[in-house]
């Protein structure tokens, strides 16, 4: 009887080690298992494989996940269940018979899921980890690049503002077994600013006055973002003065006021203007340029009757041909030229007419040889009656002798004096001689 229960527990034993051995996977380099979190070392994670007859392995830091991490039980923690890809075994024992990885089973999960959205043309969210020379470095559960013409819809010059950003993505390749997916934003980002293009031109209206910032300078002009829409402040529309180069009034980034002029929704095109928004350069013109004040300005024009001086912004006077110089000259050139700088006399304000009336050599001291002449006609004017008298005694015909001679004398006063006036009257009465 005891020899039959025996022989019944070591078929039991002998049935039991069986299936035990029969339970106990195989395991190969690829293959996918279970392992449950033992300890921590320094770098690394022990764990015991589920289903192999009590083997472990280990799981360096730098394969628990695709991102670097500072603490290991962010990621696992003792007593968990982990799956893990089989990478190679360990010909030392003690640290493990396996070694294994969990970012690389991550990998796979991310890459089934990344064609399954390919296939169906969905795009994915992925934050922005790094710029390189030719585009952006993002994790989308595993590494994906975005070429720099795919970034935007238009030319981007430093990608430094996407790092850290989270995107919306379209996958234009992929391919698991090279580990490589391409990415674009450009068309997302298109849709994005149509679809605010349309709802800002709904909100613009004609005539209003709306803040925008200089998005960027031409030649001709500068185009402001309002949000959603580009609209163009044509050169001659952005300073009541002339404007050489938008540069020299605006700078990328800057924020303006802009008045609507006209909105094209079909076109998409949006017409602004900051000079609208600005003190006209004619108010308060009275004040600014009173009568008598004196001001510098700068040449800005030479016509045949004068040059006109700019004195404010957008303010121009004119200097008459008169006022340029006490000579005489014949052309505002002999004196002045474009771009020079002067000062200038307020001789009067019309602020209805926006006009200004200058004078250059009301601010000069009149020539000394001018004064001396004036001196010396007034005392031939003085002396004029006494010699006409004298003469008309001697000799009738003697004053109209004198007068023709001073005629060509370049000193001569061409004023008619008092006594010049008298004088026919005054030959035919009979005065006395001296005695």
């Given amino acids: 009887m005891s020899e039959f229960v025996e022989e019944n527990q070591n078929e039991v034993t002998m049935e039991t080690m069986e299936d035990a051995l029969d339970s106990v996977k195989e395991i190969k380099i690829g293959d996918t298992v279970i392992g449950d979190v033992l300890a921590f070392d320094d770098n690394q994670v022990r764990v015991s494989i589920q289903e192999s007859g009590g083997l472990e392995g280990v799981v360096p830091r730098n394969e628990l996940s695709a991102t670097p991490v500072e603490d290991m039980t962010e990621i696992v923690n003792i007593g968990d269940e982990v799956e893990l890809v089989v990478v190679k075994p360990i010909k030392d024992k003690e640290n493990g018979n396996y070694l294994l990885s969990k970012k690389r089973v991550d990998a796979k999960k991310v890459w089934v899921e990344l064609q399954e959205k390919f296939d169906n043309n969905e795009t994915i969210e992925a934050p922005?980890?790094?710029?390189?020379?030719?585009?952006?470095?993002?994790?989308?559960?595993?590494?994906?690049?975005?070429?720099?013409?795919?970034?935007?819809?238009?030319?981007?010059?430093?990608?430094?503002?996407?790092?850290?950003?989270?995107?919306?993505?379209?996958?234009?390749?992929?391919?698991?077994?090279?580990?490589?997916?391409?990415?674009?934003?450009?068309?997302?980002?298109?849709?994005?600013?149509?679809?605010?293009?349309?709802?800002?031109?709904?909100?613009?209206?004609?005539?209003?006055?709306?803040?925008?910032?200089?998005?960027?300078?031409?030649?001709?002009?500068?185009?402001?973002?309002?949000?959603?829409?580009?609209?163009?402040?044509?050169?001659?529309?952005?300073?009541?003065?002339?404007?050489?180069?938008?540069?020299?009034?605006?700078?990328?980034?800057?924020t303006v006021k802009v008045r609507v002029l006209s909105v094209d929704p079909e076109a998409g095109r949006v017409s602004l203007s900051i000079k609208d928004t600005l003190e006209g350069p004619w108010e308060n013109i009275e004040e600014k340029a009173p009568q008598g004040a004196v001001l510098t300005g700068t040449v800005k024009r030479l016509v045949n009757f004068g040059a006109f001086v700019e004195v404010f912004p957008g303010v121009e006077g004119l200097v008459h041909i008169s006022q340029i110089a006490h000579e005489h000259i014949a052309t505002p050139q002999d004196k002045l030229e474009e771009g020079q700088e002067i000062q200038v006399k307020v001789l009067s304000v019309d602020s209805d007419e926006n006009r200004l009336s200058l004078s250059i050599k009301a601010l000069e001291e009149a020539p000394a040889r001018a004064e001396s002449q004036e001196g010396d006609n007034n005392e031939r004017s003085n002396n004029r009656p006494r010699r006409q008298r004298s003469n008309r005694r001697d000799n009738n015909n003697a004053p109209r002798n004198n007068n023709k001679a001073r005629s060509n004398d370049d000193d001569v006063d061409t004023s008619f004096t008092f006594a010049d006036m008298l004088g026919s009257q005054l030959a035919d009465l009979d005065l006395p001689e001296d005695n």
């Fill in 128 to 254: 922005v980890k790094n710029k390189v020379k030719g585009g952006l470095v993002v994790d989308a559960g595993v590494r994906g690049f975005v070429p720099a013409s795919m970034i935007e819809d238009f030319f981007v010059e430093d990608f430094t503002p996407y790092v850290g950003e989270t995107l919306e993505f379209k996958i234009i390749e992929i391919d698991p077994n090279e580990n490589r997916l391409i990415l674009s934003h450009k068309e997302i980002a298109r849709e994005e600013r149509e679809a605010k293009r349309a709802e800002a031109m709904e909100n613009l209206e004609e005539g209003a006055i709306v803040e925008g910032t200089v998005a960027r300078l031409v030649n001709f002009g500068a185009f402001i973002d309002l949000g959603g829409v580009d609209g163009l402040v044509h050169i001659s529309r952005i300073a009541h003065e002339h404007v050489e180069k938008p540069s020299d009034f605006l700078t990328p980034g800057e």
